[in-house]
């Protein structure tokens, strides 16, 4: 068991000298045994994906010593489209190590896998299309298609890998710090506003959309899949893990889309509108101008009027939430000096413009 541990440890190595510079002394006879060594990655895959434990304990050894562990037992399945993928990607790969491997996917042997190059062709086409700028009449940059795509993606990894750790004996409990790494290491691939939208989209499905007030609760989501509740649980974890992160992310969004996501996340309400009620203590009235001004210029917070929004989209949400937020907003005024009268405390303000459109809103 130890030498086939130590077998499946080199599936990183061998991964990461694909993508390098390294792949230029390849000729055809090196490129014919990282495809062989592949495909042994893909048989282990099909020989212990029905027992669980030895499953978990190649998934463990993958992962081990890797800065990112990105890398799981269900990559074994993939590993020749993981490997091909990166050397036709690979400019390095000299030109006779590339032919050796476009004639293995187009001509594969009878015992390999199904020829893997149409599936790389759409997956390479895909992509470029996403990357397209999207139409002026599209959706907001939060939801455009491409960043829907990565959730999409995002999820069906998360989903998978919980999938494969629930069936082995013990994994849950002894494990989630490691999947809470993996969940980071896979969104810091990504840049952190377009990571800081594919979870707010990976969240929004998982609820069922943006306008969804009610309906299932976080732990089953829309479709009620098992394990859905862990995929979320990581994905709030991960956002509320660092106080920067969660105020880059609510500084990202629009306030109609936080709200829908703390009406459905309770896990988000109160941190929510901690963050609120700090960015409108640090609010100054300006007398001459008869207005709140932000007194951090050099921070990036919200003004009076994202401010006023940002609780307006709240109060507008569910019952209870409203109630959360109202509350929350009374509390402060009276711990202000509980001020009657407009310009002497900002949340008197605040609690005055909300009023103000709920009582619209019930008008008409």
């Known amino acids: 068991m130890e030498a086939l541990l130590e077998q499946v440890a080199q599936l990183p190595g061998l991964l990461a000298v694909s993508r390098s510079a390294l792949v230029r002394a390849w000729d055809a006879p090196t490129l014919a045994r990282a495809l062989e060594w592949a495909r042994y990655f893909q048989h282990l895959h099909g020989r212990f994906r029905t027992r669980p434990r030895l499953r978990a304990a190649l998934g463990r050894r993958l992962r081990q010593g890797q800065p990112r562990p990105l890398l799981g037992f269900r990559h074994l399945g993939g590993c020749p489209a993981l490997l091909g993928l990166a050397l036709l990607e690979n400019r390095a790969l000299p030109p006779a190590a590339c032919r050796r491997l476009l004639q293995s996917l187009l001509h594969p042997e009878a015992a390999a896998e199904p020829p893997g190059l149409a599936l790389l062709a759409r997956r390479k086409a895909a992509s470029r299309l996403l990357a397209l700028p999207p139409p002026p009449a599209g959706p907001p940059a939060a939801l455009g298609p491409q960043v829907r795509a990565e959730a999409q993606m995002l999820l069906a990894r998360l989903q998978q890998e919980e999938e494969e750790e629930a069936e082995a004996a013990g994994g849950r409990a002894g494990e989630a710090r490691e999947r809470l790494r993996w969940v980071a290491g896979l969104l810091e691939q990504l840049p952190q506003p377009r990571a800081l939208q594919v979870v707010a989209a990976a969240l929004l499905q998982r609820q069922g959309g943006c306008e969804d007030w009610g309906g299932s609760s976080p732990e089953e989501g829309p479709r009620g899949r098992a394990g859905d509740g862990h995929v979320v649980g990581l994905l ?117 413009e909300v009023e103000k459109s709920l009582r619209k809103e019930v008008e008409h």
Do not use: I
């Open 236 to 352: 709030l974890s991960w956002l509320l893990a660092s106080p920067e992160r969660f105020s880059a992310f609510c500084l990202l969004l629009p306030g109609s889309l936080l709200a829908s996501l703390t009406a459905h996340y309770s896990q988000l309400s109160t941190p929510y509108l901690d963050l609120l009620t700090g960015w409108g203590s640090r609010l100054l009235y300006d007398p001459l101008q008869g207005r709140w001004d932000n007194s951090c210029l050099d921070k990036a917070e919200l003004s009076w009027e994202e401010l006023r929004e940002r609780f307006c989209c709240l109060c507008r949400g569910p019952a209870p939430l409203r109630e959360q937020t109202q509350a929350a907003l009374e509390l402060l005024k009276a711990q202000d000096g509980d001020f009657q009268v407009c310009g002497l405390s900002v949340w008197t303000d605040l609690l005055m």
